[in-house]
């Protein structure tokens, strides 16, 4: 996914969130939005390549071991955006509240094309976890997320 996929589908001059630019330098951080858009979910983002990488988790984030929960990659967001909150309006893309349910610090453990590993301090969110690339049908979005 790529930062300009965000921008093309946001109509800036309509709603508050940031267009943003891909950052020089990774904080290594993430967030968890709370997102009451047309189904409630929430979006789970990590800091990585300038951009936070992103995922809409029906279920949220498992916070117990061998719990497995779907993870949909979605488009890259800007980095900006991991201080949202706010209304998206009515008609824009997303639209709907955005709380950030919980935010902090992450350690990178490993990193492949189809696999993720990472270490979550959060408020709420800690331990380590993977996000691992599935082949479900066609759907080439498809993750899981677990916490190990």
Known sequence: MTLRKYQIKKKFNKTPEPKGKVEQDNLFRFV???HSAQHYHFDFRLELDGVLKSWAVPKGIPKEAKIKRLAVEVEDHPVSYIDFTGII??????AGEVKIFDKGNFRLISRTNSQIEFELMGEKIKGNYILIKTKMGNDLNSWLIFKK
């Open 32 to 34: 968890v939005h709370e």
């Open 89 to 94: 309006p009515k008609g824009q893309y997303g």
